[in-house]
Every structure is written in structure tokens, then in C-alpha cells.
């Protein structure tokens, strides 16, 4: 099976940076196809938001509108990690982030259900 294993997350003040890695691997997985690869936030109390995705083939990204100008998502030259750089962080920033993953045609679909998921990374920021 697929593997996605997040790391970098942690607990900063708001203005704070922060990197989030998802590191790929498994059976399935291969860097030859094509992916919707996305980080996806859990808040406390909240539904799961999809933070930003990158279709892999294309390199083309979406992002929510609370994040833009804020945060980057972006892949290695390998597509084998998944990256979030994220700046200015906010309070509103807190809770579990998911690297999410799933087989895709020429975009990524504006709703999807993910396929393959990590374990989470937990970020918290405070003001």
C-alpha cells in the first residue's frame, strides 16, 4: 500500500513559519503517475478543510482563500515529498494537518475524496 508520513509540525507565535514534509513510499506508489497530492487541516471541533493541493503532473496549485499569500505547497524535483511552507501563521492556523493523496486525470476535481492518507502532524500557534 501507499505510505504518506508527515513531519515538521509543531507549536509557534502567530507571525511564525513552519515546514510540513510528506514523505511518500509503498508498493503502489509510483513517481510515474499522476496524483492530486494535498494537505488538508483538521481544527478542534471543526470538519476537515483542504488547505491546498498540487496536481502532480501539471504542478498546477489550488489553495483555500484564508491562506493565500501565506502558504506554499510544492513537490520535490523526484515527486516523491510533499511540502508545506507556511508563513505569517495565525491561531486560526491550529490543528492537525493530513498529507492526502489520490490518482488523478489532467486536474485536480474541485471535490475529492482522497484515497491514500498520512497520520497527521500536529500544528498549534499561539497568538
Known amino acids: 500500500p501507499v505510505q504518506l508520513v508527515e513531519s515538521g509540525g509543531g507549536s509557534v507565535q502567530a507571525g511564525g513559519s513552519l515546514r510540513l514534509s510528506c514523505a511518500t513510499s509503498?508498493?503502489?506508489?509510483?513517481?510515474?503517475?499522476?496524483?492530486?497530492m494535498a494537505w488538508i487541516r483538521q481544527a478542534p471541533g471543526k470538519e476537515r478543510e483542504g488547505v491546498a493541493n498540487?496536481?502532480?503532473?501539471?504542478?498546477?496549485?489550488n489553495y483555500t482563500d484564508s491562506v493565500k499569500g501565506r502558504f506554499t505547497i510544492s513537490q520535490d524535483d523526484g515527486k516523491t515529498t510533499l511540502y508545506l511552507q507556511m508563513n505569517n501563521l495565525k491561531p486560526e492556523d491550529t490543528g492537525v494537518y493530513y498529507c492526502?493523496?489520490?490518482?488523478?486525470?489532467?486536474?485536480?476535481?474541485?471535490?475529492?475524496?482522497?484515497?491514500?492518507w498520512g497520520q497527521g502532524t500536529q500544528v498549534t500557534v499561539s497568538s
Open positions: 492526502a493523496a489520490s490518482i488523478v486525470g489532467i486536474a485536480c476535481p474541485s471535490s475529492i475524496n482522497f484515497f491514500y
Open positions: 509503498g508498493y503502489g506508489y509510483s513517481k510515474y503517475a499522476t496524483y492530486c
Open positions: 498540487v496536481h502532480t503532473r501539471s504542478g498546477t496549485t
